[in-house]
C-alpha cells in the first residue's frame, strides 16, 4: 500500500518581480498553509526589494538577474524544489502550489486548491476565484486563452489564466517545458489534458491586486496577449 499524505508533502513557489510591498505578507501566509514544509520565492529581475522582504518572513529565495518571465520563474522554483526534496531524502517527490506574489494575507486560504491533489484525486488544481476583482481589462486576453483551451481540449475553464495551480511532479513534468512568459497558464491546461491527466478547478477566496487600466497595466495587457497567442500558436497549428 502507498503511504498517504505527510506533513510536508507541498512545496509554494512564488514568482514575484517588484513585489516588496505585499510579498512577505504573502509568504506568511503561505508558509501556513496545511502540508506546506517550505515556500519558494523567485525574484524575477526585480529593482526593489522583493527578496530581502520574502527572505525576512522565512522564504527561501532564489533570483534571476534580469526578467526572465513567468514561466522561466516557474522552473526555476520547480528546480529549487527538487533540489530541497534531494536534501531530504524524500522517496517521493513534493507536489507545487503555485501562488502570485500579491495575494497577501488572503494566500492563507489557499488550502482547498491542495486539498484535491493530495487525495490522488486530481493531478492539477486550478483555482476560480469567488470573489472576482474589476481589472480593468475588456477579457480580450481571457477570452482567447479560454476558447484556445476549448478547442484544443474541449473543456473550458472558469478562470483560464488563474496562476493558482497545485500539481503533482509528475503533472509538472510533462508539461515541460514551460511556456514562455504570461502563456504558462493556458500552455498547461491544454497540455495537461492532451496527455489524460486530470484537471479540476476549485473556487478559493483568494484575491489579488487589481490591474488597473493606466498605460503600464496596458502594456502589460498586450505582453499577455502575445504570450497567450504564441502558446495557442504552437499547440493548435494543423
Known amino acids: 500500500m502507498s503511504a498517504g499524505p505527510a506533513p510536508d508533502d507541498v512545496a509554494v513557489v512564488i514568482p514575484a518581480r517588484n513585489e516588496a510591498d505585499r510579498i512577505q505578507a504573502t509568504v506568511t501566509a503561505a508558509a501556513g498553509l496545511p502540508a506546506v514544509a517550505a515556500v519558494i520565492v523567485v525574484d524575477d529581475g526585480s529593482a526593489d526589494g522583493t527578496a530581502a522582504a520574502a527572505r525576512s518572513a522565512g522564504a527561501v529565495v532564489t533570483?534571476?538577474?534580469?526578467n526572465r518571465g513567468k514561466g522561466a520563474a516557474m522552473e526555476t522554483g520547480a528546480q529549487a524544489v527538487r533540489l530541497l526534496d534531494q536534501r531530504d531524502r524524500r522517496?517521493?517527490?513534493r507536489h507545487l502550489l503555485f501562488l502570485d506574489a500579491d495575494l497577501g494575507p488572503t494566500a492563507a486560504r489557499a488550502g482547498?486548491?491542495?486539498?484535491?491533489?493530495?487525495?490522488?484525486r486530481a493531478d492539477m488544481a486550478i483555482a476560480v476565484f469567488a470573489t472576482t476583482v474589476k481589472l480593468g481589462g475588456?477579457?480580450?486576453?481571457?477570452?482567447?486563452s479560454g476558447a484556445g483551451i476549448r478547442r484544443a481540449t474541449g473543456w473550458?475553464?472558469?478562470?483560464?489564466?488563474?496562476?493558482?495551480?497545485?500539481?503533482?511532479?509528475?503533472?509538472f513534468e510533462a508539461a515541460r517545458p514551460l511556456a514562455r512568459g504570461w502563456g504558462v497558464e493556458t500552455a498547461l491546461s491544454i497540455d495537461l489534458l492532451r496527455k489524460g491527466l486530470r484537471v479540476t478547478e476549485v473556487e478559493v477566496e483568494l484575491a489579488h491586486r487589481a490591474t488597473g487600466t493606466g498605460m503600464r497595466a496596458q502594456l502589460h495587457r498586450a505582453?499577455?496577449?502575445?504570450?497567450?497567442?504564441?502558446?495557442?500558436?504552437?499547440?493548435?497549428?494543423?
Do not use: K, S
Open 63 to 66: 533570483r534571476h538577474a534580469r
Open 156 to 171: 473550458r475553464p472558469a478562470q483560464p489564466l488563474n496562476g493558482q495551480r497545485c500539481l503533482t511532479r509528475a503533472a
Open 138 to 144: 475588456h477579457g480580450l486576453v481571457t477570452g482567447l
Open 223 to 238: 505582453r499577455q496577449l502575445t504570450d497567450v497567442a504564441r502558446a495557442l500558436v504552437v499547440r493548435l497549428r494543423p
Open 112 to 120: 482547498p486548491l491542495i486539498e484535491p491533489v493530495l487525495a490522488g
Open 91 to 93: 522517496d517521493r517527490p
